[in-house]
């Protein structure tokens, strides 16, 4: 059974820094697609970040510049180190994966997910 546990999530005043960490099982993590995506209280979850297989990148605009996706495949773990973060960041943050590799940007394109970590930017 696959598994995605984020970790990293918390407080932190606007300008700060987080680093989430997402640990997945039971994956093919190397050929897999890694995504990040977030939903803000009364929105509807969104894009944040993905890397492929390759390590081809792609942001949201509204992150691009301060947040930066990477991997480690020896430790099946992806990371969003989020810097200059602002009280718009405020969300659930979660962690998807796709097997095909292709870093989609949809949400629909991904078959397994984490159960989030909250992150909190006071202003």
């Known amino acids: 059974q696959v598994q995605l546990v984020e970790s990293g999530g918390g407080l932190v005043q606007a300008g700060g820094s987080l680093r989430l960490s997402c640990v997945a099982s039971?994956?093919?993590?190397?050929?897999?697609?890694m995504a990040w995506f977030r939903q803000a209280p009364g929105k509807e979850r969104e894009f944040v970040a993905t890397?492929?297989?390759?390590?081809?990148?792609y942001y949201a605009d509204s992150v691009k510049g301060r947040f930066t996706i990477s991997r480690n495949n020896a430790k099946n773990t992806v990371y969003l180190q989020m810097n200059s973060l602002k009280p718009e960041d405020t969300a659930v943050y979660y962690c998807?994966?796709?097997?095909?590799?292709?870093?989609?940007?949809?949400?629909?394109?991904?078959?397994?997910w984490g159960q989030g970590t909250q992150v909190t930017v006071s202003s």
């Open positions: 890397i492929g297989w390759s390590d081809t990148t």
């Open positions: 998807a994966s796709s097997p095909a590799g292709v870093p989609w940007r949809s949400e629909g394109d991904y078959n397994y």
């Open positions: 039971q994956l093919p993590f190397s050929r897999s697609a």
